[in-house]
């Protein structure tokens, strides 16, 4: 079971899948994670366990961004205004890794969010037209403490896109064994 990275009410300002034209360029579908329209400098939360890797793509990509590592998944957070873990750290689901930001290619402060299902130390379904992202909200529920994380609420335009609407302490059913 996976958390969302964002304490509150994020608003999901861009949905898994979104936006093909877009996304065209890099080999993808659409969107290949969701975008979190929150200001720079929030606090991100892990997603679930795993071993830090810490990068910075400085104007291009992602920015400065974490990837955490773990045998069954793989979570990317990008745009970063500043990482909070170290190179190499392992951490745990809830901790604190970053401050969100508008790093990388990126037009307004954001926070972004790849899932990948790893398999012996493998990505799965790479062939999804995705490199293997999947829609997380598949996955997720949030967190448990309300004082930390209620509802999440989205844009318009994203709502199409997504397969379920999060509401307080909903448990989604786990299809992928993550
Ligand atoms: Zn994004």
């Not at 994020?10 to 093909?20: H, I, K």
């Not at 071993?51 to 990317?76: E, H, M, Q």
């Not at 990388?104 to 299902?117: D, V």
């Not at 335009?157 to 509401?167: D, V």
Request: aromatic fraction near 10%; proline fraction near 5%; include cysteine.
């Amino acid at each position: 079971m996976i958390f969302s990275p964002l304490p509150g009410t994020p608003t999901v300002t861009q949905g898994f899948g979104q936006n093909p034209e877009i996304y065209q360029q890099y080999g993808y579908l659409g969107h290949n994670g969701f975008d979190f329209g929150v200001p720079e400098g929030t606090k991100v939360f892990a997603p679930h366990d795993g071993l830090c890797t810490v990068k910075d793509d400085g104007a291009n990509g992602y920015g400065k961004y974490v990837t955490i590592d773990a045998p069954t998944r793989r979570s990317f957070l990008a745009h970063c205004s500043q990482i909070l873990v170290q190179n190499g750290q392992s951490i745990s689901q809830g901790d604190p890794i970053a401050l969100s930001g508008n790093t990388g290619s990126s037009t307004g402060a954001h926070l972004h969010w790849t899932f990948k299902i790893m398999k012996n130390g493998a990505v799965q379904n790479k062939t999804n037209g995705y490199d293997g992202a999947m829609d997380c909200s598949e996955v997720t529920r949030l967190w448990q403490q309300q004082s930390l994380h209620q509802h999440a609420q989205y844009t318009d335009a994203a709502k199409p896109y997504l397969s379920m609407t999060l509401t307080a302490n909903q448990v989604i059913k786990n299809t992928t064994g993550a």
